[in-house]
């Protein structure tokens, strides 16, 4: 399993979540990323993370003013990057786009969708990974391996179906090691996670919490 | 006279012309700023080089995926931010959340629009300065203090009349020492430029163009 | 004052709200205007309704596909149009171009603020109106005229510092005659509602309730 | 074969070439569409042509101000929608809701997308028919069919993949009974034109242009 998690724009310590996830990356057989902001993506890297961005522009190298170039992004460290995260998306031609860019400069690629639907949508697209997220559950604290256990294994095998080189993550609502592994019986191969490690009190502690029971 | 240039999202080395930006602001009466991509800006600004983002996102912290967070950009060495860049547009909203964002991050504000009436509109919205770039002459080699002076004197006309407080900046096709002291001339207390500078084959010399005569 | 009904996307019969509204607006001293959507114009203005759009596109005649053009909208039938709303937000340049497509096509306009910094803002680029609408109150049942009437004030205060000449309107929560007096008492020369008129029981009975005490 | 004439956001006669239209489909085997503006769908639809929208919003009935929800479109005369054509993207979500959206008022849909994959993306959405345009050689006046004809063939494949029931169309650069006998060699079941008909001095001249030979 790869657990990924998204620092959003909170307001943390990127650098302390950071260096807490590679140790729990390197003491469990977890693979753990984290995905920072584009301004803490190089202090981020250098605490040996697997660093991910949080989205990356579907632009080629040019004139361009505020838009996350991949280039830079894995200059700077990243090693993947999420497209189309609910609080980002984009259009369709962008999310093409955006993986020839993320492929262009060498970044794995995941791209997030509302339902198997969407997820059979992006798949074709010949991203390394899609991730299902029921929007109404981001958030929620309510797992979606609890709420809505067909809406992952839908997923997997709408994913399936079109590409079964495609990876399928999951997320919304997961917080425990429980959950991680319904995600897992339901065929996912990683989940996508946010408040419940980068706002918690002791982000060390929720990072253990998900991968011991 | 300030000097801010945008290195967009072109394929260069940010630190190298950052070095060179941080020579010349050293060794001469001109301030020159520089504005790399988000991911860039913590190497940008080790160099020493006033460093500036080209976007800041108008959102508060929270759950807000794949923006550039005000604090985040200024805990990595920004210290002002372009808003509404005419290749990054935002709502009228936005901009004003943009500016109370940058604000609350202590960094300076210069927001761009398109015209003197656009330019009176920004103002109001108690910016630190405003920046003029007609869209027809962004990347055409001709100076808007040659091609249209007039846009140059009405903007300052224009600020001033809203708030004189508020500094304005003029860009698009300017590349020389005859450029920047056209605009100085014009009322402008500094300019824009991106490809003039850095994608010069030697960015240290343009710098240098720019600045003596 | 002039009272204008946004029909937003409701499920209501645009034609039977309209006719009452031009029944209002014959038997009254208050003009009544009503906004449907685009597809609605032709036969909402056939009423005798004094017709606005809710938004019109920035664009000039051309390439353009999905989008209002100010032209479309007035030989329909269109006499002015809503600009920015805030279910419709534009970026600045595009108020500033919506705004010159409307004088093209003899529409009238009202642009939409959130505060009096950006009614300050809009009332710069020349329109014949601006509307401050509190996003926090829209839908709240809380009229602005009761909840923060200095917002109303400063509203009218901002724009008469740019240009005498633009009307101030306001809107969010209004659904008497008090709140219109209200509003009329702060200055405001017209309102802007929705709900409370356009999804009552009895549209009509809502527009006597606002003209009469 | 049904060949959709987009009226896009011309400053065109809407009736005058639907009338024209209208004839042709009545006079030939072939079927004839036109998609007006928003506005101009009542009485474009009023002539007997068969009218579609250029657009549909994805958002259901309620407090939406200045988008065409699908039932509005409909109930004027509409009876399909363009969705995600190259001059009005939409995110995957938008697409995926706006096909949901037209189902719920009847109407029949066309996703419009760039390339094979996207087109076997978007066909993963249930929608009637897919178009493909190459954004390339959108107003060239070079046909589709004729400068890249391996697109036309590859998109009705990747449908196909997908789902066999969703019909194929393709456009751009198409004016001639040759382009539209190309593109159905080619496995298309319609053709989406624009200037070729709504520009030409003569419409209905055209129009006959196309179905004859």
């Given at each position: 399993m790869f657990i990924l998690v998204n620092f959003k724009a909170y307001d943390v310590d990127p650098v302390a979540i950071a260096t807490a996830a590679a140790a729990v990356d390197a003491e469990t057989a977890t693979n753990i990323g984290v995905a920072p902001q584009a301004a803490d993506i190089g202090p981020v890297s250098e605490t040996g993370a697997t660093t991910w961005a949080q989205h990356t522009s579907p632009v080629e190298p040019g004139s361009h003013t505020?838009?996350?170039l991949a280039e830079g992004l894995a200059r700077n460290g990243a090693t993947g990057t999420l497209i189309n995260h609910s609080e980002r998306r984009l259009t369709l031609a962008e999310i093409d786009a955006s993986i020839r860019a993320a492929e262009r400069a060498g970044l794995d690629t995941i791209v997030c969708a509302n339902n198997p639907d969407q997820i059979a949508a992006v798949a074709a697209?010949?991203?390394d990974a899609v991730a299902v997220e029921p929007p109404e559950l981001i958030g929620s604290g309510t797992p979606v391996s609890q709420a809505d256990p067909s809406i992952v294994s839908d997923a997997v095998e709408a994913a399936a179906g079109?590409?079964?080189?495609v990876d399928?993550?999951?997320g919304a609502g997961i917080s425990t090691a429980e959950d991680v592994?319904?995600?897992a019986d339901l065929g996912a191969d990683?989940?996508?996670l946010?408040?419940?490690v980068a706002k918690a009190e002791d982000p060390a502690a929720a990072l253990d919490g998900?991968?011991?029971e």
């Open positions: 505020g838009q996350p697209l010949g991203p079109v590409d079964p080189a399928v993550y999951c592994d319904a995600a990683g989940v996508l946010a408040s419940g998900l991968v011991t």
